[in-house]
């Protein structure tokens, strides 16, 4: 009897003692956890890739966005199972870390693909459009960054379906002229599309350019990106509505001011 007690008291000790060093593992754990995170994980660097519409710093912002995100394990595993909150005019946010260098943050940037903007007076916002026609974001934000597209006649938008014009030629010349524009890094504020005439305007800094119909815009197009070099400081209008392959005329208009008359 005097044995079995003897036995039962080492169990229990042997117990209460696996149960202290399992207590120990843990709180040695949890403080070698800390310490890596509070030493290594640390924020020293963020670097952001593929962002044009937003500056490094308003990315930077979004992604640090509260009180724990001096750690980069905590900024990336928040990013990964909850990603930030949706922005204008940005898709998707991809938040990486490397085990090789733990302070660092990778922030790799998908902006929507944006040609131009619409104004809609009913819900008082612009509708930007992609290269193929569809509404990628409403916002009362102007971005100066795309030409502001009027002269159409556009009631209301959905967004992620194709702007509603009913003529169908008006839209496709104008996506037309948005793409050669961006292909040859030619910066307009405002194109104007003229539904009587069929025509287009561009404008670009001071000058007019009276692009015309969609006919020969390609060589219009890739003319313009050497003659308005030619025209920077000046003020007036660009003809090139009746540039032809046999008529290859391109008659500039100075305007001049009044203090010159």
Not at 39 to 65: F, H, K, M, P, S
Not at 108 to 120: F, Q, S, T, W
Not at 171 to 189: E, F, M, P, V
Not at 193 to 202: N, P, R
Request: overall charge neutral; aromatic content about 10%; some cysteine.
């Amino acid at each position: 009897m005097i044995k079995q007690q003897r036995r039962e008291e080492q169990r229990k000790k042997r117990k209460r003692k696996r149960r202290l060093i399992g207590f120990l593992l843990v709180l040695l754990l949890i403080g070698t956890g800390f310490l890596l995170v509070t030493r290594v994980y640390t924020v020293t660097r963020v670097t952001v890739v593929g962002n044009e519409l937003y500056t490094d710093e308003q990315i930077e912002a979004l992604v640090l966005e509260d009180d724990y995100s001096w750690s980069t394990l905590y900024v990336y595993l928040k990013n990964r199972f909850f990603p930030a909150e949706k922005q204008p005019f940005i898709d998707t946010m991809n938040v990486t870390m490397s085990l090789m260098a733990p302070h660092e943050l990778r922030v790799e940037v998908y902006e929507k693909g944006m040609l131009g903007y619409l104004y809609i007076p009913s819900i008082d916002q612009n509708a930007y459009f992609d290269k193929d026609g569809f509404v990628v974001e409403t916002s009362q934000e102007v971005r100066g960054e795309f030409p502001e597209i009027i002269g159409l006649t556009c009631d209301s938008v959905v967004l992620y379906e194709k702007l509603p014009i009913e003529d169908a030629s008006a839209l496709q010349n104008l996506l037309a002229l948005t793409q050669l524009l961006q292909k040859y890094d030619i910066s307009t504020r405002k194109i104007k599309y003229d539904e009587v005439t069929k025509s287009m305007t561009a404008y670009c800094d001071k000058i007019e350019i009276r692009v015309g119909n969609a006919d020969n815009l390609t060589q219009k197009i890739m003319r313009l990106q050497f003659i308005l070099p030619q025209l920077e400081g000046k003020k007036g209008v660009l003809h090139l509505e009746n540039w032809t392959s046999e008529t290859t005329d391109i008659v500039f208009d100075p305007k001049k001011s009044k203090k010159s008359k």
